[in-house]
């Protein structure tokens, strides 16, 4: 006799390293959101990945990298995924609805953790598309806001509407009361958010490295410009992206670091490009 309980445990785990789907929300039409359970022993540090996936046609994992957007004191997991059309993972991921379960590998790992940078005064999140979903995650750690006075978050993407997960996430912080208790009125002031479009329209235009070299940014807001006394960058974006602002960076006299060897800014690729 195989008890109740114990039967139960075994037709809920259909797929190894089950986690079930608890809300999902679709922003674009190749951009959306999902939320599922965390495992009760998974451990990680704000702005780290895992993998994650669904059982593919042959019945094996087909798992992908995701960066956990979600800050390590939520309960569950989030997720910001891109619709690939013809993406193995993507095109069945973006079907899932609350109740399903996907697979999670428990194992986070990542460069873009605040224990990869030195101390600082400010500190930049330089993103394009689905690569503000670490720093979704690090936006929302009160610990990022104990190493930094302030935090500048860049995201650019080619239309407006590609940037509303980041706009509303944002918004909903600069009105969290818990921040606002801990940091008080001051908070929405340390938090500063500067996203441009490049293919359309909006009141803020431009690719990030352009609105750094051009200084616009450093006039749009007020700042002085990056310099390595004072300011740190996590960088996340396509190859190219990442190439070019690496560079933008150093030439501001900043360095890239690692885990092992904390720096003034470090870099992880948001996917892997086509023939990279
Ligand atoms: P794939 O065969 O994996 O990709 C097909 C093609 O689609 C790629 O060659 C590339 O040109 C394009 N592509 C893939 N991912 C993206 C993307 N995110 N934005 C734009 N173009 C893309 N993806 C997310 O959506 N959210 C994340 O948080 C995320 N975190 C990642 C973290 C790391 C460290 C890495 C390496 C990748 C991450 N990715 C993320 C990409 C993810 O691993 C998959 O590539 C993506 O889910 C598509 O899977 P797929 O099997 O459908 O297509
Ligand atoms: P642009 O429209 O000028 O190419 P993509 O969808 O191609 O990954 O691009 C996402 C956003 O990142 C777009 O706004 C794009 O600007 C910008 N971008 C792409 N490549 C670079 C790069 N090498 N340097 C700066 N911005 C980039």
Redesign the pocket.
């Known amino acids: 006799d195989i008890p109740v309980a114990e039967a139960a445990k075994t037709a809920s785990k259909t797929l190894p390293d089950a986690q079930t789907v608890t809300a999902v929300k679709h922003w674009t039409d190749s951009l959306f959101s999902f939320r599922v359970t965390r495992p009760a022993s998974l451990r990680f540090r704000s702005g780290e990945f895992v993998m994650i996936g669904l059982l593919g046609d042959n019945g094996k994992p087909l798992l992908r990298a995701y960066s956990i957007a979600s800050p390590n004191w939520d309960e569950e997991l989030e997720f910001y995924s891109i619709k690939v059309p013809d993406g193995p993972l993507t095109s069945k991921l973006q079907h899932i609805q609350p109740g399903d379960e996907i697979i999670l590998r428990p194992k986070p790992v990542g460069t873009l953790v605040l224990d990869a940078l030195l101390p600082g005064k400010r500190l930049w999140f330089l993103a ?2 689905t690569g503000i979903a670490p720093f979704a995650s690090l936006m929302r750690d009160p610990e990022t806001y104990e190493r930094y006075e302030q935090v500048i978050m860049m995201h ?3 239309t407006a509407e590609e940037l509303t997960y980041g706009r509303e996430l944002v918004e909903n912080l600069k009105h969290d009361p818990l921040l606002g208790e801990i940091y008080g009125e001051d908070f929405a002031n340390r938090l500063v958010y500067y996203p ?4 359309e329209e909006s009141p803020l235009m431009g ?4 609105n750094l070299t051009s200084g616009k940014v450093f006039t749009d807001l007020g700042l002085p410009p990056i310099s390595p006394e004072t300011d740190r960058a996590m960088v996340c ?2 190859l ?2 990442n ?3 690496k560079a933008v960076l150093e030439g501001f006299g900043l360095h890239e670091g690692a885990n092992s060897e904390p720096r003034e800014f470090v870099v992880e690729k948001a996917f892997v490009g086509d023939g990279v």
Request: proline share 0%; hydrophobic share 25%.
């Open positions: 394009t598309g650019t993407c080619r441009t479009t490049t293919r690719r990030i490295t352009d974006g396509s190219a992206f190439v070019d602002v």
